[in-house]
């Protein structure tokens, strides 16, 4: 009998240095690899690095690990020298190889995803226009709606208004734009139809306003983002990808 409780006292402390080692050596692996991210795919900051799975030290010895989650910040959006953050952005990478050296990895497959607020994407707006959640029905079609007072959106383009029309402008102004994605970098709102506005001649010139692009800035090659999804809280962007590297 004692010398089961000498066994059992054994076996309890090596197996909590195991566990102790095992954390001290995820760790140590999460900081590199924040590191080396940063580095590798130009990120203003480190993102936040978490390997899951345990034990770490038997899937660091078969040369693959289960999962990892990378959040990051410092991601911004511009349009027409307007900056806005992006928010959320995350990425889940799976079945990550990592060579004999650990100088690279590869995940098999990864997901990610990211948002950008309805009030930072008025940031990037046309002047006196605010972009906001166009209800259910309209975001299933990929809408937002775009609204403002049109005296400050067409002051805000430098639109010329002759002064008998400039009473006329005191309505205030709304339209549902589509939202599109090209390049994996680059949102796209275009406005699909105008109200009839009360001055002759702006309807095209108004619709050039309107319509703009949104470049994203420093989204890492691990994040490929193809799909948005208008949520109440603004645009969710998704997107899936196959052997993306972390290290380059």
Do not use: W
Request: proline letters at 4%; hydrophobic letters at 40%.
């Amino acid at each position: 009998m004692r010398a089961l409780k000498i066994l059992l006292v054994l076996v309890v402390l090596f197996g909590g240095l195991f566990v102790a080692a095992d954390r001290a050596a995820v760790h140590f692996a999460e900081t590199e690899a924040a590191s080396k991210i940063k580095s590798s795919q130009g990120l203003s900051s480190e993102p936040s690095v978490s390997v899951k799975g345990f034990p770490f030290l038997t899937q660091v010895l078969g040369g693959s690990l289960d999962e990892i989650e990378i959040s990051m910040g410092g991601i911004t959006a511009t349009a027409e020298g307007r900056e806005v953050e992006v928010t959320e952005v995350r990425a889940e990478l799976r079945d990550v190889t990592v060579n004999s050296t650990f100088s690279s990895a590869v995940a098999g497959s990864a997901e990610g995803s990211a948002l950008i607020s309805y009030a930072d994407l008025s940031k990037s707006a046309p002047k006196g226009a605010t972009v906001g959640y166009a209800g259910p029905e309209r975001a299933a079609k990929g809408q937002v709606k775009v609204s403002g007072p049109l005296g400050d959106l067409v002051e805000g383009a430098g639109i010329d208004v002759p002064d008998a029309f400039k009473g006329l402008l005191s309505d205030d102004f709304t339209t549902y734009s589509t939202v599109s994605m090209e390049n994996g970098d680059t949102v796209r709102l275009r406005a699909d139809e105008l109200p009839d506005l009360p001055v002759p001649g702006f309807q095209g010139r108004l619709k050039d306003v309107v319509d703009y692009d949104l470049k994203i800035d420093g989204m890492p090659s691990t994040v490929e983002l193809d799909k948005i999804t208008m949520v109440e809280n603004g645009l969710r962007f998704s997107g899936t990808g196959k052997d993306v590297s972390l290290t380059g």
